[in-house]
């Protein structure tokens, strides 16, 4: 994020005597260039604006005079700007093209009217979408979701606020795109803003936290500060405030609600002190039932705050201003005399509750929960209404910032319900619905334009037609929507029955069905054309969420996974001359969740194979032949992972001639396994962006002619990236830009590999994203080549004292395994054999399983096999780095992770922390996981805590347990915990920074 210095003071400057005079300077220039015989047409930018130069001789222009380039083009842009800009795509590997999708539970705003454009939010961006052209500008910045943003009355500057931690507060130039002032770190309890307001004037703005004592500021945001001008805290019993606006006529004036309480607040600017009126409603106060509140607004005409509730009345409330006598005192009585307000009468408006309150003009304007609009005048008495359109709860009401023009003969304008039946003149509208649609009310001629509907669920569901721009959307509404993600134009949609949330979606090969899997365990498949039921009735086995669907590569087979472990198939059969779809056979094959379903191909019979990967790390593949009705045959289980669990399953390319699968799992690895045997041959280090990669794709290709060079396309929590392949642990060979803050759900990738999209569950959207894989390769280029991108990965690179060490204990292994006593001539090598690799590994400071050592012996014996068909038996000291690196934790030794085995294998002490009794901690050494020998177990001992010399054995120990437990009585304490564990037994040492372990 950029941090906007004297970017902020754009609005004075916009209007101060050197930018008028740069504007003189624009008008002689134009005026020269009439008399030099050139038409000024030759020189005018498409916009047509009033200084007629076009933007880029404009900012060269403003440059001269010493204004910066963003400070120079916020303030000569015109509303035209901000579309004229192109977007450089071609700078970042990953660009955000299109959002599909709206968060409805934030408004919409309607910018522009000659050309239609709206505001609005999806995720953490907020969107300019101009609905005539069918285009949208994205303002990114964010880090985390936006929780409310706002609008100027003049719709130059945007205000938006996001929740979570680092939440930030941006302010943007509408005409231009550009963030004028950033504010960070503005919710230190890191819980965000909820609501966010800005004056008239655009000078100020005001903001209440989201924090579990919330908090009411004014920024002077002109003014580039980064903290509040004042600061009050709201007490609890207040209820969750929101809905803060400032009093269009005075700056020093606002008012919020809860559901239960309406607070009045009174700004003293001089003093800097934020004062405020919150009187409680009771039973008694209007004998009536009031309600829970919705919204407060400012009164047009008197000294009043209005107050709409969810039973359709309004609470109006008298503001009292102090005497001037009592102001005129001294300072400390002015303040205690500040003005407050008082409730005056309860006004029952209508029946339906009131959603929307606000004022345009002359009017107040009412939006309610059956979607009728009302329009009253300032003494509440109504003047019109739309109530005939059957639209959805009223969420959000939007004017347009333009002035009506007088009505005409040719007007087509309603009539009011007045007695003089006058005409309706009010500002054209956007309206926006709790069921996520939004409208265009053009009011000469009451005309209502549907501009576009939205899931208003969670999205978990998208898929991409496999030889079509077309992109299949699912919510848990129901709803499944097909874009041209090309011409961003919505095709067809179906909305399913109440109870039936799309949970899961996939186009089979040919792209002519489309499976769905929905939340309460239904099946369906579909034609991908028109989204009718491809077989008479829907299949209804699994009685939860069904989590994964895919198609075999001939469409004779679909397999689902759902959430209680269980997978189903389903085949084609034929009859009566037609092919029909038919349950085959389900099996409940795994202990926790499924992570990865997968079809593959047979090599020798071109028959489909499928594969299921579970939390409970264990790759199972079916036997589809020996399948038959009610009976899933399974083929083999392996095992992947010791600790970690996988995360994700795909079929890696064939840049080599061994077929292979590849998994990731939570300790950010990538392993490759073998197609046939699973045997693991390869384990590397995987993008490391906060959390390990919950799911992958490999990019489809355009042509043959680059099937030698391919990438992975990954999501993890919250991110989207890039890899190129082959895997080989290159950090530089990967990026990731946030893509959904809360959690992305599912990823689909284009047909020709020019697009990406990722859906962001409950933020209810889909992002379309440009992959350039040229900047992406050029960011490769710039990490070196060989072992320099690897050296970067060790603790002061290659001339660092980790290097040096690990140089010696390589040479040391080498003398070690000559022998250390042997007087013959040495033989100088570059390598060490396999056997002196633990050691070496050990001695560094990474401790592998057993199993982890296995994994390296295969990955370096079988190395070459392929290509030679020999075993390799020794390792150089450039490819132990990278076996090294690829295995090793890539965040170190932790105390967290020792910390979580004595949470598991422990028990609470009288001091409250998890330990292990002395005698259950020597029997876990001996019976569970790999386990020591009681010979093993006490050489450990013994060389930790110095009883032996270390590469001495120890006398042999007891036939039993006794032997060592009396031998390390006085060594070990009865209690250990995972701090003793770690720094007394293992002698490691935590780090300042964090809790890393050190030796």
């Known amino acids: 994020m950029r941090r906007a210095g004297s970017e902020s003071c754009f609005l004075f400057k916009i209007g101060s005597p050197e930018v008028s005079q740069i504007y003189k300077d624009i008008s002689m220039t134009v005026d020269n260039t009439e008399e030099a015989g050139q038409k000024p047409e030759d020189i005018l930018d498409q916009g047509k604006d009033k200084a007629r130069l076009s933007l880029e001789e404009r900012r060269k222009l403003f440059q001269s005079k010493g204004l910066s380039a963003e400070e120079s083009l916020v303030s000569i842009s015109t509303e035209d700007t901000l579309f004229q800009k192109e977007e450089d795509s071609k700078?970042?590997?990953?660009?955000?093209?299109?959002?599909?999708?709206?968060?409805?539970?934030?408004?919409?705003?309607?910018?522009?009217?000659?050309?239609?454009?709206?505001?609005?939010?999806?995720?953490?961006?907020?969107?300019?979408?101009?609905?005539?052209?069918?285009?949208?500008?994205?303002?990114?910045?964010?880090?985390?979701?936006?929780?409310?943003?706002?609008?100027?009355?003049?719709?130059?500057?945007?205000?938006?606020?996001?929740?979570?931690?680092?939440?930030?507060?941006?302010?943007?130039?509408?005409?231009?795109?550009?963030?004028?002032?950033?504010?960070?770190?503005?919710c230190p309890e890191g819980n965000g803003m909820r609501s966010i307001a800005i004056t008239r004037d655009s000078k100020f703005l005001a903001t209440i936290s989201d924090s579990a004592t919330q908090k009411v500021c004014i920024w002077k945001w002109t003014l580039a500060v980064e903290t509040p001008a004042c600061t009050l805290e709201l007490p609890k019993e207040y209820g969750f405030q929101e809905n803060l606006i400032f009093n269009p006529f005075n700056n020093k004036e606002m008012v919020s609600n809860s559901?239960?309480?309406?607070?009045?607040?009174?700004?003293?600017?001089?003093?800097?002190?934020?004062?405020?009126?919150?009187?409680?409603?009771?039973?008694?106060?209007?004998?009536?039932?009031?309600?829970?509140?919705?919204?407060?607004?400012?009164?047009?005409?008197?000294?009043?705050?209005?107050?709409?509730?969810?039973?359709?009345?309004?609470?109006?409330?008298?503001?009292?201003?102090?005497?001037?006598?009592?102001?005129?005192?001294?300072?400390?009585?002015?303040?205690?005399?500040?003005?407050?307000?008082?409730?005056?009468?309860?006004?029952?408006?209508?029946?339906?509750?009131?959603?929307?309150?606000?004022?345009?003009?002359?009017?107040?304007?009412?939006?309610?929960?059956?979607?009728?609009?009302?329009?009253?005048?300032h003494t509440l008495s109504v003047v019109n209404w739309y109530s005939n359109f059957k639209l959805g709860a009223i969420r959000t009401l939007s004017f347009s910032k333009t002035t009506p023009s007088p009505p005409t003969e040719k007007s087509n304008l309603p009539t009011d319900c007045t007695l003089r039946g006058d005409l309706f003149v009010v500002r054209n509208f956007i309206i926006g619905t709790f069921d996520a649609t939004v409208y265009h009310m053009t009011v000469d001629g009451t005309k209502l334009e549907k501009l576009f509907v939205e899931p208003r669920d969670a999205v978990h569901a998208i898929s991409c037609h496999p030889y079509q721009p077309l992109i299949a959307v699912g919510s848990v509404c129901g709803m499944i929507k097909v874009w041209d993600f090309e011409k961003k134009v919505y095709l067809f949609s179906r909305t399913f029955e109440k109870g039936l949330g799309v949970q899961c979606l996939t186009y089979n090969p040919e792209g002519a069905l489309l499976g769905a899997g929905f939340t309460e365990?239904?099946?369906?498949?579909?034609?991908?054309?028109?989204?009718?039921?491809?077989?008479?009735?829907?299949?209804?086995?699994?009685?939860?969420?069904?989590?994964?669907?895919?198609?075999?590569?001939?469409?004779?087979?679909?397999?689902?996974?759902?959430?209680?472990?269980?997978?189903?198939?389903?085949?084609?059969?034929?009859?009566?001359?037609?092919?029909?779809?038919?349950?085959?056979?389900?099996?409940?094959?795994?202990?926790?969740?499924?992570?990865?379903?997968?079809?593959?191909?047979?090599?020798?019979?071109?028959?489909?194979?499928?594969?299921?990967?579970?939390?409970?790390r264990f790759l199972i593949e079916y036997n589809l032949v020996k399948s038959c009705k009610d009976h899933l045959d399974v083929l083999d289980i392996h095992r992947t992972d010791q600790g970690n669990y996988p995360t994700c399953m795909i079929w890696y390319p064939p840049l080599t001639r061994e077929l292979f699968l590849l998994i990731c799992n939570s300790g950010y690895k990538v392993k490759l396994f073998n197609a046939t045997t699973k045997m693991c041959r390869k384990t590397l280090l995987g993008p490391a962006y906060g959390s390990p990669i919950e799911h992958a794709q490999v990019l489809p290709v355009k042509s043959t002619l680059e099937l030698q060079k391919r990438y992975l396309v990954f999501i993890n929590k919250d991110k989207v990236g890039l890899q190129i392949l082959p895997v080989d642990g290159n950090p530089h060979k990967t990026c990731a830009i946030i893509c959904h803050p809360n959690?992305?759900?599912?990823?689909?990738?284009?047909?020709?590999?020019?697009?990406?999209?990722?859906?962001?569950?409950?933020?209810?959207?889909?992002?379309?994203?440009?992959?350039?894989?040229?900047?992406?390769?050029?960011?490769?280029?710039?990490?070196?080549?060989?072992?320099?991108?690897?050296?970067?990965?060790?603790?002061?690179?290659?001339?660092?004292?980790?290097?040096?060490?690990?140089?010696?204990?390589?040479?040391?292994?080498?003398?070690?395994?000559?022998?250390?006593?042997?007087?013959?001539?040495?033989?100088?090598?570059?390598?060490?054999?396999?056997?002196?690799?633990?050691?070496?590994?050990?001695?560094?400071?990474?401790?592998?399983?057993?199993?982890?050592?296995?994994?390296?012996?295969?990955?370096?014996?079988?190395?070459?096999?392929?290509?030679?068909?020999?075993?390799?038996d020794k390792i150089n000291l450039p490819d132990f780095l990278k076996v090294y690196l690829n295995h090793r934790p890539p965040f170190g030794n932790t105390m967290d992770g020792i910390q979580n085995s004595f949470n598991v294998l422990g028990y609470t002490n009288s001091e409250g922390k998890k330990a292990i009794r002395r005698e259950d901690f020597l029997n876990l050494l001996l019976t569970k996981g790999e386990h020591m020998t009681e010979e093993e177990m006490f050489d450990c001992f013994s060389t930790l805590f110095g009883l032996t010399p270390e590469g001495w054995k120890s006398e042999p120990a007891a036939t039993s347990i006794k032997g060592p437990e009396i031998c390390l009585q006085k060594e070990l304490p009865e209690e250990i915990t995972a701090e003793i564990f770690t720094t007394e037994i293992l002698g490691l040492a935590l780090s300042d920074s964090s809790e890393q372990l050190t030796q």
């Open 91 to 186: 700078v970042y590997p990953l660009s955000m093209t299109w959002s599909f999708g709206w968060n409805s539970s934030l408004p919409v705003y309607y910018m522009r009217e000659d050309r239609r454009i709206i505001l609005y939010i999806c995720a953490h961006t907020a969107v300019m979408y101009d609905v005539f052209r069918n285009t949208q500008y994205h303002l990114q910045g964010h880090p985390n979701i936006i929780s409310c943003l706002c609008v100027s009355e003049d719709r130059r500057w945007i205000a938006t606020a996001d929740e979570g931690p680092d939440c930030l507060i941006i302010i943007w130039d509408a005409f231009t795109g550009i963030p004028v002032h950033t504010i960070f770190d503005s």
């Open 259 to 377: 559901k239960t309480q309406a607070v009045y607040y009174y700004w003293f600017e001089d003093k800097g002190i934020l004062a405020h009126s919150a009187p409680v409603l009771t039973e008694k106060t209007f004998n009536k039932l009031v309600g829970k509140f919705s919204q407060s607004v400012f009164h047009l005409k008197l000294p009043q705050v209005l107050s709409a509730t969810k039973e359709g009345k309004l609470v109006v409330w008298d503001i009292h201003y102090p005497s001037s006598s009592s102001s005129s005192s001294s300072s400390s009585a002015a303040v205690s005399a500040f003005p407050f307000i008082k409730p005056r009468k309860l006004v029952h408006l209508q029946k339906e509750a009131i959603m929307v309150l606000m004022t345009v003009d002359s009017y107040i304007v009412t939006g309610d929960i059956k979607g009728n609009i009302k329009f009253y005048d």
């Open 521 to 616: 365990g239904t099946v369906y498949i579909l034609d991908a054309m028109s989204l009718e039921n491809e077989s008479p009735e829907p299949f209804k086995y699994s009685k939860s969420s069904v989590s994964h669907c895919c198609f075999s590569h001939d469409s004779n087979y679909m397999a689902t996974a759902d959430v209680n472990f269980t997978v189903a198939v389903y085949g084609v059969v034929v009859k009566n001359g037609q092919r029909v779809w038919e349950y085959l056979a389900r099996l409940r094959s795994h202990q926790n969740s499924i992570r990865s379903l997968l079809f593959g191909v047979h090599l020798d019979s071109n028959e489909p194979r499928l594969l299921s990967l579970g939390k409970d």
């Open 743 to 872: 959690g992305v759900a599912g990823m689909a990738l284009s047909y020709d590999g020019r697009f990406a999209f990722t859906a962001g569950g409950q933020d209810r959207s889909v992002v379309q994203w440009k992959i350039n894989l040229g900047a992406l390769e050029a960011a490769v280029s710039l990490g070196g080549e060989d072992l320099t991108p690897f050296y970067g990965l060790v603790s002061g690179g290659r001339e660092g004292k980790f290097y040096r060490e690990l140089e010696d204990y390589f040479y040391y292994s080498q003398i070690r395994s000559q022998g250390i006593d042997t007087m013959e001539t040495r033989q100088v090598s570059e390598h060490i054999c396999l056997s002196e690799l633990p050691f070496v590994m050990r001695a560094i400071g990474f401790y592998p399983s057993e199993e982890k050592i296995e994994d390296m012996f295969n990955e370096i014996k079988f190395s070459e096999y392929v290509e030679t068909g020999k075993l390799i």
